[in-house]
């Protein structure tokens, strides 16, 4: 019953959005004006339809609807009740469904609050954003229905892929979706700015709290996944290149770009065409992530079960959206007049550099993604990795940093480098000092020395806009420029640490024996059986030690074995001081060697200096843009405030 | 102002600049890519392949087959395994540093990401075992359908 609610919701949400396009583009013309006014509260209706399928399929997941198929594919009842209902969209259908629904309530929530621009702009907008919707409706009901029945009712279901039986990971996906369906509004704005010409400082103001709202949620996934990669895989790396992380670092990295562009666009109506042009950009790479994921053309661990037919319904919206943004922009951009002018020095000029910087690692990025596609197409398999990817994407984003460091304080439209430079000394002066100290210490390689330089120094120079200003009186954005900035050179600043100093050790030990890696002491104390809910584990017992004289602290490695479905995984201890993190793998039993009465077991240790700050510097990128949002939102509020009661006024003198 | 109205270029010219400029880097990036791609990617042999046309030593590659049965070994560290890939034409060598995947076991297949030795060893730096049911390395469904079945009989 509660599924059927749920499929009926769908469709009816599918159905308003068709009605919502329609009226949105026959409301642009002057015989439909009278449908436009539907179209605001048909896409309110619509969101919260969505938004009730989605509740419908949370609910027959909690209580293990095993009729239902995607239950019974997915879950299992003697699943703990949070991975019940991450089970939800831990699969194909159910991510899809999370996916529409946050893109119908992103509509609806445009619809609820967006009154700045002008009404047509709106109504465009929000019939390109049911357009986009309309697609994925019919993807869902088409090929890929979360609520289908199944008959015969099994006793018990398959159960959940262990790895993904993590609280981390139950909220990384939702948080990435609202990131990755969050620019789509981006994409509806600027098709909605497209067709009715209205491209300048107001678009770019009325787009810029959802730009930053999608890229906040796009930084804290792409940061927790990273740091779920870390811990539950076992692997000791935090970024692999994998696929599905790419999948979530290009819109990222045009998320970025499109931030700092549309600033130019609304501080300094320049940049037009190009903000247009990212905004496209931006969602079109969330749904190239969603193509590859989804598709199984790409494997990956994140990658569900293969199904062409599906592959080529989102190959097919792809081409329809990205190819019909495309051809709109090509149509349009030679009316989209020019911005105003700017020197090379300036505070534009170093946001172009960000740009196209960004969009070149953008480039890199999809590139070394795709590859592999080409290639088993010319009939050659390869993979392609760190080896490729680490330099190439270095190679811009070293210079971009180092811009990074001079572009905040220039100003805008002209400025000299003389007037900045005597900050930067200390910065500089940093950079040497850095790399000098590196340098001594000795055997690191490039990149990460380059890394540890240019963090310092960016550090300090990140800091350099709040000089000479009320701290009080610092308006909220320019706090969230510095707070990011700082994120970025701390960040940096974790992953050099973390690739020069990292220190592995691999070894097979008895029980009682210690051994050493880095500072730390490592002594296997017992193993032993525990059980939990759906999996048995052995148990290391580790007693560590950092230095000769350092407090013991317990470590509890684990290697699990879950019975549904069957698999193992290694559940990584971890211990985090304040200058890094002691990583540690239980393997298993190390087969026994000719007359040993004793018997070994696999460790894998890590101590990696500073690599928390990885994370920390993630987590503070993000902290800025919230900071940033806090204050535009805040300032538009205020704006309007003030706006209502002079029209109040008037109205009572008026009288 | 008075600066800005001076200024030698005309707002479309300036677009010009800016587009070129970044058309230049782009175009750049691209070509890099395709450079780095070409030397960096990291082929997928099977072991007849390997054993015809070894890649040069030291160039990262991924070797796929079946555990060869009776082949694997543990050392005397407890960490180091020594085993052999076949694909039923021809059988490599591999070493292996590390902590195994549950589901690599001989007889089953496995991909193995490393370099090949200069005495004929695979070098693996990590070992792809069949996850679970909905993952399977790429190469592998493939080579499953045309060769496990020789591969299994031959091996049994």
Same mark, same amino acid.
């Given at each position: 019953m509660i599924a059927e609610l749920g499929l009926a919701a769908l469709w009816l949400a599918a159905a308003l959005a068709a009605l919502q396009l329609v009226s949105g583009a026959l409301g642009l013309t002057e015989r439909g004006a009278v449908l436009g006014g539907a179209v605001r509260p048909v896409a309110v209706v619509q969101g919260g339809l969505a938004l009730l399928a989605f509740a419908c399929l949370i609910y027959v997941f909690s209580v293990t609807d095993l009729s239902v198929k995607l239950v019974a594919l997915n879950s299992h009842s003697m699943k703990p009740l949070v991975f019940k209902i991450a089970g939800a969209w831990g699969n194909h259908e159910g991510s899809m469904l999370l996916w529409v629904t946050v893109m119908g309530l992103g509509g609806a929530f445009v619809a609820l609050v967006e009154k700045r621009l002008p009404e047509r702009t709106m109504l465009a907008t929000l019939a390109g954003q049911a357009f986009v919707s309309l697609g994925f409706y019919a993807f869902l009901l088409f090929a890929s229905n979360p609520f289908e029945r199944l008959s015969p009712v099994?006793?018990?279901?398959?159960?959940?892929?262990?790895?993904?039986? !993590?609280?981390?990971?139950? @909220?990384?996906?939702?948080? #990435?979706?609202?990131?990755?369906? =969050?620019? *789509?509004?981006? @994409?509806?704005?600027?098709? =909605?700015?497209?067709?009715?010409?209205? &491209?300048?400082?107001? @678009?770019? +103001?009325?787009?810029?709290?959802?730009?930053?709202?999608?890229?906040?949620?796009?930084? &804290? =996934? %792409?940061?927790?996944?990273?740091?779920?990669?870390?811990?539950?895989? =076992?692997w000791g790396g935090w970024w692999f290149w994998d696929p599905v992380e790419n999948a979530s670092l290009?819109?990222?990295?045009?998320?970025?770009?499109?931030?700092? *562009?549309?600033?130019?666009?609304?501080?300094?109506?320049?940049?037009?065409?190009w903000t247009i042009m990212l905004g496209v950009v931006a969602f079109s790479m969330s749904m190239i992530g969603t193509f #590859?994921?989804? *598709?199984? %053309?790409l494997t990956s661990v994140h990658a569900f079960a293969v199904d062409p037919q599906r592959g080529t319904f989102i190959l097919a919206l792809l081409a329809i959206y990205i190819g019909g943004a495309l051809v709109l922009f090509g149509l349009r951009a030679a009316t989209v007049t020019e911005g105003e002018r700017f020197a090379f020095v300036s505070r534009e000029g170093a946001l172009v550099v960000n740009n196209v910087m960004l969009s070149a690692i953008l480039g890199i990025v999809l590139f070394g993604t795709l590859y592999p596609l080409f290639a088993e197409a010319m009939g050659a398999k390869v993979s392609v990795g760190p080896p490729y990817f680490n330099p190439m994407s270095a190679l811009f984003a070293v210079p971009m940093l180092v811009v990074l460091m001079v572009g905040p304080l220039l100003r805008w439209r002209r400025d000299k480098f003389g007037r900045v430079g005597r900050e930067l000394v200390i910065p500089a002066m940093l950079i040497v000092a850095a790399g000098i100290c590196v340098l001594v210490l000795g055997g690191v390689a490039l990149l990460p020395w380059i890394g540890l330089a240019l963090s310092v120094g960016l550090g300090w120079a990140s800091l350099l806009p709040l000089k000479g200003r009320n701290l009080r009186r610092t308006p909220l954005p320019i706090w969230g420029m510095v707070v990011a900035h700082f994120g970025i050179a701390v960040a940096l600043f974790g992953m050099s640490s973390e690739s020069a100093f990292s220190v592995e050790k691999l070894v097979a030990v008895r029980m009682g024996e210690v051994t050493q890696v880095g500072p730390w002491g490592v002594k296997l104390d017992t193993v032993e059986p525990v059980a939990g809910p759906n999996w048995t584990a052995m148990e290391a017992r580790l007693l560590v030690r950092y230095g000769i004289d350092g407090k013991v602290t317990r470590m509890l490695p684990q290697s699990r074995s879950f019975w549904a479905p069957p698999q193992q995984t290694s559940e990584s201890a971890l211990l985090t001081r304040w200058n890094g993190q002691l990583y540690a793998v239980l393997g298993g039993e190390a087969p026994k060697v !000719?007359?040993? +009465?004793? *018997?070994?077991?696999?460790?894998?240790?890590?101590?990696?200096?500073?690599?928390?700050? %990885?994370?920390?510097?993630?987590?503070?990128i993000a902290l800025g843009g919230l900071l940033a949002l806090v204050g535009r939102v805040a300032a538009d509020v205020r704006r309007i405030v003030a706006k209502d009661k002079i029209a109040y006024r008037r109205e009572k003198q008026g009288r | 102002m008075a600066t800005v109205a001076k200024s030698p270029i005309k707002a479309k010219h300036q677009r010009l600049v800016l587009l070129i400029v970044a058309l230049v880097v782009l175009i750049g990036a691209a070509l890099l890519a395709a450079w780095a791609l070409r030397n960096q990617a990291s082929y997928f042999y099977v072991p007849s392949e390997i054993v015809a046309r070894p890649p040069e030593p030291g160039r990262a590659v991924r070797l796929g087959g079946m555990v060869e049965k009776g082949s694997l070994k543990t050392a005397a560290d407890g960490v180091t395994i020594n085993f052999a890939v076949q694909d039923g034409k021809a059988r490599v060598p591999v070493t292996f540093k590390g902590i195994v995947p549950s589901l690599f076991v001989e007889g089953s297949g496995v991909v193995a990401e490393g370099k090949m030795g200069t005495d004929g060893t695979f070098v693996a730096d990590n070992l792809l075992a069949k996850h679970d049911e909905n993952y399977v390395p790429r190469e592998m469904q493939d080579m499953s359908r045309e060769q496990a079945q020789k591969v299994m009989q031959e091996t049994k």
């Amino acid at each position: 019953m509660i599924a059927e609610l749920g499929l009926a919701a769908l469709w009816l949400a599918a159905a308003l959005a068709a009605l919502q396009l329609v009226s949105g583009a026959l409301g642009l013309t002057e015989r439909g004006a009278v449908l436009g006014g539907a179209v605001r509260p048909v896409a309110v209706v619509q969101g919260g339809l969505a938004l009730l399928a989605f509740a419908c399929l949370i609910y027959v997941f909690s209580v293990t609807d095993l009729s239902v198929k995607l239950v019974a594919l997915n879950s299992h009842s003697m699943k703990p009740l949070v991975f019940k209902i991450a089970g939800a969209w831990g699969n194909h259908e159910g991510s899809m469904l999370l996916w529409v629904t946050v893109m119908g309530l992103g509509g609806a929530f445009v619809a609820l609050v967006e009154k700045r621009l002008p009404e047509r702009t709106m109504l465009a907008t929000l019939a390109g954003q049911a357009f986009v919707s309309l697609g994925f409706y019919a993807f869902l009901l088409f090929a890929s229905n979360p609520f289908e029945r199944l008959s015969p009712v099994p006793m018990e279901g398959n159960g959940l892929n262990p790895l993904l039986q !993590d609280l981390g990971l139950a @909220f990384h996906p939702p948080t #990435l979706y609202l990131g990755y369906v =969050g620019l *789509s509004i981006a @994409f509806s704005f600027a098709i =909605g700015a497209l067709v009715t010409r209205e &491209v300048g400082p107001a @678009f770019a +103001k009325a787009m810029r709290p959802w730009v930053l709202g999608a890229w906040i949620f796009l930084t &804290v =996934g %792409i940061t927790a996944g990273s740091y779920w990669a870390y811990y539950e895989l =076992g692997w000791g790396g935090w970024w692999f290149w994998d696929p599905v992380e790419n999948a979530s670092l290009m819109p990222w990295l045009a998320a970025t770009a499109l931030l700092h *562009s549309c600033g130019v666009l609304a501080a300094r109506n320049a940049l037009r065409a190009w903000t247009i042009m990212l905004g496209v950009v931006a969602f079109s790479m969330s749904m190239i992530g969603t193509f #590859l994921v989804r *598709s199984g %053309i790409l494997t990956s661990v994140h990658a569900f079960a293969v199904d062409p037919q599906r592959g080529t319904f989102i190959l097919a919206l792809l081409a329809i959206y990205i190819g019909g943004a495309l051809v709109l922009f090509g149509l349009r951009a030679a009316t989209v007049t020019e911005g105003e002018r700017f020197a090379f020095v300036s505070r534009e000029g170093a946001l172009v550099v960000n740009n196209v910087m960004l969009s070149a690692i953008l480039g890199i990025v999809l590139f070394g993604t795709l590859y592999p596609l080409f290639a088993e197409a010319m009939g050659a398999k390869v993979s392609v990795g760190p080896p490729y990817f680490n330099p190439m994407s270095a190679l811009f984003a070293v210079p971009m940093l180092v811009v990074l460091m001079v572009g905040p304080l220039l100003r805008w439209r002209r400025d000299k480098f003389g007037r900045v430079g005597r900050e930067l000394v200390i910065p500089a002066m940093l950079i040497v000092a850095a790399g000098i100290c590196v340098l001594v210490l000795g055997g690191v390689a490039l990149l990460p020395w380059i890394g540890l330089a240019l963090s310092v120094g960016l550090g300090w120079a990140s800091l350099l806009p709040l000089k000479g200003r009320n701290l009080r009186r610092t308006p909220l954005p320019i706090w969230g420029m510095v707070v990011a900035h700082f994120g970025i050179a701390v960040a940096l600043f974790g992953m050099s640490s973390e690739s020069a100093f990292s220190v592995e050790k691999l070894v097979a030990v008895r029980m009682g024996e210690v051994t050493q890696v880095g500072p730390w002491g490592v002594k296997l104390d017992t193993v032993e059986p525990v059980a939990g809910p759906n999996w048995t584990a052995m148990e290391a017992r580790l007693l560590v030690r950092y230095g000769i004289d350092g407090k013991v602290t317990r470590m509890l490695p684990q290697s699990r074995s879950f019975w549904a479905p069957p698999q193992q995984t290694s559940e990584s201890a971890l211990l985090t001081r304040w200058n890094g993190q002691l990583y540690a793998v239980l393997g298993g039993e190390a087969p026994k060697v !000719d007359g040993e +009465k004793q *018997s070994r077991w696999q460790l894998r240790l890590w101590w990696k200096p500073f690599a928390p700050l %990885i994370w920390i510097g993630g987590l503070l990128i993000a902290l800025g843009g919230l900071l940033a949002l806090v204050g535009r939102v805040a300032a538009d509020v205020r704006r309007i405030v003030a706006k209502d009661k002079i029209a109040y006024r008037r109205e009572k003198q008026g009288r | 102002m008075a600066t800005v109205a001076k200024s030698p270029i005309k707002a479309k010219h300036q677009r010009l600049v800016l587009l070129i400029v970044a058309l230049v880097v782009l175009i750049g990036a691209a070509l890099l890519a395709a450079w780095a791609l070409r030397n960096q990617a990291s082929y997928f042999y099977v072991p007849s392949e390997i054993v015809a046309r070894p890649p040069e030593p030291g160039r990262a590659v991924r070797l796929g087959g079946m555990v060869e049965k009776g082949s694997l070994k543990t050392a005397a560290d407890g960490v180091t395994i020594n085993f052999a890939v076949q694909d039923g034409k021809a059988r490599v060598p591999v070493t292996f540093k590390g902590i195994v995947p549950s589901l690599f076991v001989e007889g089953s297949g496995v991909v193995a990401e490393g370099k090949m030795g200069t005495d004929g060893t695979f070098v693996a730096d990590n070992l792809l075992a069949k996850h679970d049911e909905n993952y399977v390395p790429r190469e592998m469904q493939d080579m499953s359908r045309e060769q496990a079945q020789k591969v299994m009989q031959e091996t049994k």
